[in-house]
């Protein structure tokens, strides 16, 4: 029996076509068929190298209803996004020129300002948004006559918008390939939104990472280089930061302005020399930035020689409005020494207390006075007190991220502990930087290696060595 002929898509136009042999129709619709498949790998392909050179989403986003509509042999396309806000809004159409297609781009408009007025009175736009009633007002608005079918595009699996494909043809038929092929495009849409979106927050994380490191720098020059050399003293100090910026603070601010211009090492100073600690609540840049503030306005006020009580009394007045508004506040231990007497003057808003290790005695007291923390209250008081040293006392200013540092077991270095090793590095009649060493070495210990610093550690040791 022999085989019914196959027929062949150019029959009306051929009019041998009814001769031709079985085999040969065969081959012919293999080769279409073959064809066809390398037109849509090559426009997919396209798609992909588009999706890999442009360095632009709009430019990617532009050629999107093409590629769909020619891979999927349709007659245009229309890619609708959602805003920020969640809105949908039509973001790019292709359709053969011509008043068809400017009523399609008006149909499109219409229907998506319509949704997009009423998501616009809800708080929740884009969870608002519903890709089924986008659908609905699209078959509405365009008819039955036309052929059209949309598919979402998901990034991170939240809905930013559709690809719809559209043709005229009533013959026109939404096979299984056609809507892969559609949705494959819509992937590779959302892939370019993800990556646009990535790139972005790179770019954002690079700028910040840059400000970050000139805050930091700026920082790092407004603590002093190095200790100056005031008579009778010897000095050690070092600020470790959490974070790129820091919130902790600390100085040494001579009692005249000549000292300013003046190399700190070239010669001993007999001239009082006030000696200041401090922690702003919080870290990070807002913290540095306070501190930053703080530093300037304390290094003014020191020159008008009030006694230290005064000084933060003023520093609290002129910084409260300021540090209100940031909600934050701001601990300071403020003291003044005279090497022509020995005595430490001093006065606390809230601080640490240091300690003082008296080598007469081999033990520890508490350097504290009451005082508020600065930027709590507008009228806050403070104290004035002062102690008399002596040759081999150290006094030891910290901040609260010595006492506070955590272990791996969640235990914290705490007072009891750092009192201790305190008084055992001072016991060995060490050196102020060989005892800052120890103190931070110890510490280090307790935490672990590898384990982060949760916050600012400062340390300022003052010997009196004459």
């Not at 997919?44 to 050179?53: K, N, Q, V």
């Not at 530093?295 to 020191?302: F, S, W």
């Amino acid at each position: 029996m022999t085989a019914a002929p196959l027929p062949h898509p150019q029959s009306s136009t051929n009019s041998t076509t009814s001769s031709t042999p079985p085999v040969t129709v065969l081959k012919d619709l293999v080769a279409q068929l073959h064809r066809e498949q390398n037109r849509i790998q090559n426009l997919l392909s396209s798609l992909g190298f588009a999706l890999r050179s442009f360095n632009n989403l709009n430019q990617f986003l532009e050629i999107v209803p093409l590629m769909a509509s020619r891979v999927t042999d349709a007659d245009g396309g229309a890619l609708i996004l959602l805003k920020p806000d969640g809105q949908p809004r039509l973001e790019q159409l292709h359709c053969q020129e011509g008043q068809a297609c400017r009523n399609m781009r008006r149909s499109f408009d219409r229907v998506t300002r319509g949704i997009a007025l009423n998501l616009g009175a809800s708080p929740h736009s884009r969870s608002s948004f519903k890709p089924q009633v986008l659908d609905e007002k699209l078959k509405e608005e365009l008819g039955d006559d036309l052929q059209i079918f949309g598919t979402p595009i998901l990034v991170k699996n939240e809905d930013r918008g559709r690809l719809y494909i559209f043709s005229y043809d009533p013959n026109y038929s939404w096979t299984s390939t056609r809507k892969k092929l559609v949705q494959l495009v819509a992937d590779q849409t959302a892939v370019a939104i993800a990556n646009s979106e990535l790139t972005s927050e790179l770019r954002k994380k690079e700028r910040l990472d840059r400000e970050l490191e000139i805050a930091s720098e700026i920082q790092d020059h407004l603590f002093p280089e190095q200790c100056p050399a005031i008579a009778g003293v010897e000095l050690a100090a070092r600020c470790q930061t959490a974070n790129r910026v820091g919130g902790d603070y600390y100085d040494f601010i001579p009692a005249t302005y000549e000292q300013f211009s003046s190399d700190p090492q070239q010669f001993p100073s007999a001239i009082p020399w006030s000696i200041v600690i401090g922690d702003v609540m919080g870290k990070g840049v807002p913290a540095g930035l306070i501190m930053t503030m703080t530093r300037g306005m304390l290094r003014a006020e020191v020159l008008n020689r009030h006694a230290p009580a005064k000084i933060l009394n003023h520093l609290n007045r002129v910084m409260y409005d300021d540090l209100e508004k940031s909600h934050r506040f701001l601990t300071l231990f403020y003291s003044e020494y005279d090497p022509q007497t020995r005595i430490l003057s001093y006065t606390n808003a809230a601080h640490n207390p240091p300690l003082l290790w008296q080598a007469s005695s081999q033990s520890i007291l508490k350097l504290d006075t009451w005082g508020m923390l600065i930027g709590l209250e507008i009228d806050s008081q403070y104290e004035d007190n002062r102690v008399q040293l002596e040759i081999g006392d150290t006094v030891i200013y910290y901040t609260d991220g010595f006492t506070d540092a955590v272990n791996k077991d969640g235990d914290r270095f705490d007072e009891d502990r750092f009192l201790e090793t305190v008084e055992q590095v001072c016991k060995q009649g060490d050196r102020p930087q060989v005892i800052l060493d120890f103190l931070f070495e110890r510490l280090g210990q307790f935490i672990g290696a590898g384990n982060h610093y949760e916050d600012d550690m400062t340390l300022v040791v003052l010997q009196v060595t004459e």
